[in-house]
């Protein structure tokens, strides 16, 4: 049975939008990134991934197919919480991330460190 729980309210800074939502189920997690992840949000990303890492798990997926934006520090979070992952021996994967944000993590060459799949397989 998988529940959901929302992280983080809906955050609104001006015209950008973003939210963090979790579906939990008993062997995997995902959390989904909704919006821009812009450097007022960051934080809230590498909290999140780094309690789920410290949470019983064994797959950590991170949805980012309703991405649009993401900077720097928004990256940051992504590998914080891929190394309390691999610490912990949890997979942690990113999941159908758009055109523009796989084209920022090919920049930073972040898709040759964090395992990015297409779709979400069970």
Avoid: W, Y
């Avoid at 015209?15 to 189920?25: G, L």
């Avoid at 949000?41 to 909290?47: G, I, K, S």
């Avoid at 064994?58 to 993401?70: K, M, P």
Wanted: glycine share 6%.
């Amino acid at each position: 049975m998988e529940s959901l729980r929302l992280d983080a309210e809906l955050t609104v800074i001006g015209n950008i939008k973003f939210q963090i939502r979790e579906h939990v189920s008993a062997t995997r997690t995902r959390v989904q990134l909704i919006g821009s992840c812009t450097m007022e949000v960051a934080d809230q990303v590498r909290a999140c991934l780094e309690r789920v890492a410290a949470e019983p798990t064994r797959s950590l997926d991170v949805d980012l197919s309703e991405l649009d934006f993401i900077e720097s520090r928004g990256l940051g979070g992504l590998v914080a919480g891929f190394v309390r992952c691999r610490r912990r021996g949890i997979d942690m994967r990113l999941i159908a991330p758009r055109p523009q944000i796989r084209r920022i993590l090919a920049i930073t060459r972040l898709d040759q460190i964090l395992p990015i799949h297409d779709a979400e397989s069970t």
